[in-house]
């Protein structure tokens, strides 16, 4: 570690050294700490390969102690001037791709953008662990899978899935040291949002930013010359907002003077001219629902604004209840909504109209606004974040192509179980390359991690009618419900077999769209006080957003998860019986158009114009929740057992109470479970109002299994509905309690910090200043004692990060851990603690004014006294920061020889251990002696058993007393 202080520069070699080299101190008061990777161009530029040294002094703290303070010497061998580039040292650099419009290449640019203008940019950046996201996301999304639907928080993702705070930091350094300003930045870590000028940009991406004159737009736009480069090492995927040739673009269609935008006649709607309104929708597609959204909020992405006063007069005409709105404004955008032609107001109030016409009860709308310039990412990255919103729908398209950190932020969505509804678009079937065009707008219509919405023409009884017939939405003129196949993405698991002969699919590649509702004859209410007839698949899709508000209404209320990414659930439902019941199956008409005359046909099951179909109301929720049972289980979840190898383990029992809520008998079973459960009872028949207590209990040979990780589960049937549900156990055998206790996941995964992370400045020449997070060592920190992750607790007040533990009262437990202290200094000290939830008992351990600290393990024995523990390690480090890793509690067996053998004068002695709590055995002649004497060193096992050998003298004919004692 570094330190600068003040705005002084320390000049400073050894004697050997020669002339000494200048570091300018950090421009912050107080403490600024930064990795010695993390050194700034130093001197003047030597004209050989040469030796650098320098001294830095590290700070003291801001209220000010006296003294002299130390000095850490840095030295820096071999490196040539020409190899310093920042941050980096002789780095490679990388050409990222996209980002240049094809059409650059046929312009000749008018100049340069004037030094004023400045550019807002979202860099997008790697997860940390690509493939573990995948192969999650593989199990969350996957009907009959054991981790189904059990999701994650927003800071659970960051934590294990997110870019490391330390690549965040560094991409954040990039961008200040090239003249870019900070302007937000993201809690998942994958996107952070910056602006600048053409210069600036020239800087960190190695780009020219040109004006253009737009060959179809009356205006000019801007772009790059050349595709941006990043050094190799820094985990950019993308950069956004590089050019402004093609904006967002909504997938609305305005009506023709008269009849329907499909060219027929009305269908019989509440709304003027027989358009479809209000409660039309819930008539045709719901009509036996009872849900209505209540508890659920729905989630728009738009780039444009709305009146309120239109959506209270939808609300009002159509007699539905009036539906809180809340705006969400996103890159500077002031939620003003935008006036004549190319405007997007009108698809923002359908949008709003649609969900709370399928989802009346809704406890909000919440709108995401970012202006007709904005940038989808940033929508996308604060959408993902607002975790209570289970489902959100987009009307929109953007231009680009597949993007690597659009798809991570759906990856996002997915893994916290938030679905995602987009229109498919409106120009039909799609021909080869036109889905992942980078030039069209139809970004991001082809990813896999989403639910692609396709538009019908529908048919009802009359107003507020039931459903009567529907046909694929296609005016024959080239827009209609769009459709196609990606180049880009290959075929996804849960699309596997929906390719025939007939709907002319791939077997090999993405196919869209997923479902369908209507797309024609739509009634809105926009423009402060205007109404109109529109069409397009951009009302299909807040359609599925509120259509998903009911399944989740409907999951909350009968004790199930959120439905969650729902593509993998909708085909699963899709190839088996439950279709024909689940989905109007659309069989006629195509998306054909001009240029594509035989592609796509409607068909039979999946095809590429409306998909599986639309909903047929509580079939589908049913189908996708699960229906509501009249079998009630509480609780919905088993225990979470530990325990040491031998036992005891425990809690050891959960009681399950089984209620008839229905107006029938029922017979119930259960099934499953693994040989370490046992269950009673195990069936029985329940009248109506009636209730039973099914137990389940550790199996009495769990005390026999090995060391490890055990997950198992039982089953509650309802054998007359046929529903089941699954409640899981596990079992700990041996191991620690904590979880990412060696800090390997590259972040505080499963810990909760109460302090200060990582500070960045406002000021883009100061670099972050890091408080309190998890480090490497090769990043120049102190904190690793193995693996490659450590913790860095440097706070100049006291800090605290923390796990609640289940334990069992009265079970001992060996709390250990590792740490160091590199540089002596004031303010320094550490405290752990070991209380029940809640208590603010005393620390278990303090440790004040250490000195210099190698790494020294720390270890206690700890008793639990409740269900909960909460282990509390608390630091403050005004000097420079202790380094913390391999942080365990593991429980201790019974302290107890198993067994004693004597052979002649040999007596060998055997107990279960705690590897690495060292145990002392001692003995004495009589019991009435006195002190006891130790055998010989404390023993230290690194298995689970032990063993200890006496051999007896001539005075011990009568033999000895023998006893063992924990030693940490």
Known sequence: MVDGEGDETRTGCPPSMGKPTEFPAHRRPGVHRLPVAGLSRIGKPPTSVRMFAARFRLPRHSRGHGGAAPTLWVVLWGIAWASFRG????????????????????????????????????????????????????????????????????????????????????????????????????????????????????????????????????????????????????????????????????????????????????????????????????????????????????????????????????????????????????????????????????????????????????????????????????????????????????????????????????????AQGQSFFLASGDAAAYTAGQLDSRTLVNTPTSSPYITVVGGTTLSTAGPAGRWISETVWNT????????????????????????????????????????????????????????????????????????????????????????????????????????????????????FRPGSTTSFPATTGYDLCTGWGTPVGQALIDAVVGPPDALMLAPPTGFSASGPVGGPLGPDTTTFALTNVGVAPLAWSVSGGTPWLVTAPVAGILAPGTGVDVTTRLAPGATGLARGQYAGGITFSNLDSKVAQTVAFSLNVGGSLVQNGGFESGALTAWTLDGTGTFVPADPALVPTVYNAVKGNSSGYQVAHSGSWGMFMGDVQLATISQTLTTVPGQSYLLSFWINNPVDGFDQEFHAGWNPDGDPADPVYNLVGPGILAWTRLQWVVTASAPRTVLRLAAQNSAYGFGLDDVSVTPIPPVAFRSVARDGDTVV????????????????????????????????????????????????????????????
């Open 476 to 591: 024959g003129t080239g827009t209609g419900s769009g459709g196609g196949i990606s180049t880009s993405y290959p075929l996804p698991v849960w699309q596997s077999g929906v390719a025939t002969a007939a709907n002319k699919g791939s077997s090999s590649r993405r196919n869209i769209p997923d479902v369908a509702m209507v797309a024609d004859n739509i009634h809105v209410r926009y423009g402060d006080g205007k109404s109109e007839v529109l069409g397009g698949t951009s009302c299909a899709a807040p359609l599925w957003a509120g259509l998903a508000a009911l399944m989740n209404e409907q999951a909350a209320a009968t004790g199930r998860l959120p439905v969650g990414f729902v593509n993998p659930a909708l085909y699963a439902i899709g190839k088996d019986s439950r279709q024909a019941a689940a989905f109007h199956d659309v069989v006629t008409g195509n998306n």
């Open 909 to 968: 002695l055997g107990w279960r251990t705690a590897p690495g709590l060292p145990y002392q055995v001692q003995f004495k002649a009589a019991l009435e002696d006195a002190d006891w004497t130790d055998l010989g060193s404390p023993v230290i096992p690194t298995g689970d058993d032990a063993t200890a050998v006496d051999t007896l003298d001539a005075g011990d004919a009568a033999g000895r007393f023998y006893r063992l004692v924990p030693v940490p």
């Open 87 to 414: 941050l980096a040292v002789g780095t490679e650099s990388r050409r990222l791709q996209g980002h240049v419009p094809a059409v650059v290449a046929q312009l000749v640019p008018k100049g340069g953008l004037p030094p004023a203008k400045r550019i807002r940019l979202a860099i997008g950046l790697a997860p940390r662990d690509e493939k573990g996201l995948d192969e999650f996301l593989s199990q969350v999304c996957s009907p009959g899978s054991p981790l189904y639907r059990h999701f994650l928080a927003p800071g659970e993702f960051a934590a294990r899935f997110g870019p490391t705070e330390q690549d965040y930091a560094r991409a954040i350094d990039h961008a200040r040291r090239n003249g870019l300003r900070v302007t937000a930045t993201h809690g998942n870590r994958l996107v952070l949002d910056v602006d600048g000028s053409a210069d600036d940009i020239r800087r960190a991406f190695k780009v020219s930013v040109k004006l253009y004159r737009h060959s179809n737009e009356d205006r000019d736009f801007y772009a790059p010359d050349t595709e941006p480069t990043v050094d190799a090492d820094l985990p950019v995927k993308d950069i956004s907002g590089l050019t402004d040739y093609a904006r967002p673009q909504p997938r609305i269609i305005r009506s023709r003077p008269a009849g329907s935008v499909g060219g027929g006649v009305p269908r019989a709607g509440s709304g003027g001219g027989g358009a479809f309104f209000g409660k039309d929708f819930r008539a045709a597609y719901a009509p036996d629902v009872t849900l209505t959204g209540a508890g659920q909020k729905v989630g728009l992405l738009q780039f444009d604004g709305f009146y309120a006063a239109d959506i209270a007069a939808y609300e009002a005409a159509a007699g539905i209840p009036e539906v809180e709105l809340e705006t969400v404004l996103v890159n500077g955008y002031d939620g003003i909504p935008t006036t004549g032609f190319g405007s997007g107001n009108d698809e923002v109030s359908l949008d709003i109209e649609m969900a709370i016409s399928m989802a009346p009860g809704l406890s909000k709308v919440v709108v995401f606004e970012a202006g007709p310039y904005g940038i989808p990412n940033d929508l996308l990255s604060t959408m993902a974040s607002r975790a209570e919103i289970k489902q959100f729908g987009c009307s929109w398209a953007w231009s680009g192509g597949p993007s690597a950190t659009t798809d991570n932020i759906f990856k996002q969505m997915a």
